[in-house]
């Protein structure tokens, strides 16, 4: 005896993204069949719609509605400067800080021989076509792991010799995290790239 | 700068179910979106589908997809034997063991002061009237919980005046759990509800 057919179906649909198993799909499916039905409807329609209207911006491949997106149309960015991330989700985070002021360029991946992602997998060519005199400096932001580091180095080995300035985002302790607390390769990144006080 | 606004909504919709963060609510908008767009349509329409159809059993209050729920409506099953529940999930729980073969019935929810929940806003009433002289045993199922206990206790003084033999599942230490780890109340009820050794 099993729960109803079309309840199954949903709970198959929720336990196939990420990191939902199967007692939260069931969990988030009961929780569906008991919210407003014009709540579902609007779930269910805005669920295809961002499917259908959600596209790649054609220039950095960030998330659009348009051609091109928001950031790239933007007259008052920085276009000399292109922070480069592995996924669109980098880019918000960044955003975020209201800190970089730049354009992105969004690689879709990060090299990883073993998952079988060569150099051409990912949005490179279309970065070094992007360099096109105007861009002064960029910044390698991809994650701190091994698939991020290579790509890194990979992009730096490409960009350097063109003239651009290549330069990799800070790693070492987050802040109000401890010291005691930090992994040895973090510490270690953070005495290697130690900065001189200002005043 | 944010992400776009179809993304957004369905991020925002993510993060209305239970137990899902912001930051889970836009992974999982994330994976949708570059999900294939007919699995997304087929996610969609399930969706609404289940909340159109699924609704509770008329006699039990299980789920159902018809006037009666597949449980109620099979005549192999015991009748004279009801296991009261909380909700239904707890029925899947149980139906997973094949270990109980009589019907169930689905308060949907338990007494609880503190939440304004009385006797009268769970399906204590419903249950009383399917004691029709044929029904020789009520299990109580609830949760070793507070509100499950007093909800337990309340439905117990209700019915044994009535002739029905009353019974509450047994409390103890999980299968394959250590005593050394049990708390002290789980311990406590474990040995409370001791059984006498077979052979």
Do not use: W
């Not at 091109?68 to 800080?97: F, H, L, M, W």
């Not at 990912?122 to 290579?150: H, S």
């Not at 010291?179 to 005043?199: F, S």
């Amino acid at each position: 005896m099993e729960q109803t057919q079309s309840l199954n179906r949903l709970v198959a649909h929720f336990a196939k993204l990420p990191g939902i198993g199967v007692k939260t799909a069931q969990r988030l499916a009961y929780y569906v069949i008991n919210m407003p039905e014009e709540d579902v409807r609007q779930f269910a329609r805005d669920m295809e719609e961002a499917r259908a209207k959600v596209r790649y911006c054609g220039v950095c491949g960030n998330l659009s509605e348009e051609e091109t997106c928001e950031i790239c149309g933007d007259v008052k960015r920085d276009a000399s400067i292109i922070c480069v991330v592995k996924d669109a989700r980098d880019v918000q985070a960044i955003e975020k800080t209201h800190e970089f002021r730049g354009l992105y360029h969004v690689l879709g991946g990060t090299i990883s021989p073993l998952e079988g992602v060569g150099p051409d997998d990912i949005a490179i060519k279309p970065l070094l076509g992007r360099l096109d005199g105007a861009v002064k400096e960029v910044i390698l932001a991809t994650n701190p792991d091994v698939q991020g580091e290579a790509t890194a180095a990979y992009i730096s080995r490409l960009i350097s010799p063109l003239g651009v300035e290549v330069t990799r985002i800070a790693h070492g302790i987050p802040i109000g995290a401890e010291l005691e607390y930090a992994d040895e390769v973090t510490i270690a990144r953070a005495i290697e790239g130690r900065q001189r006080m200002k005043g």
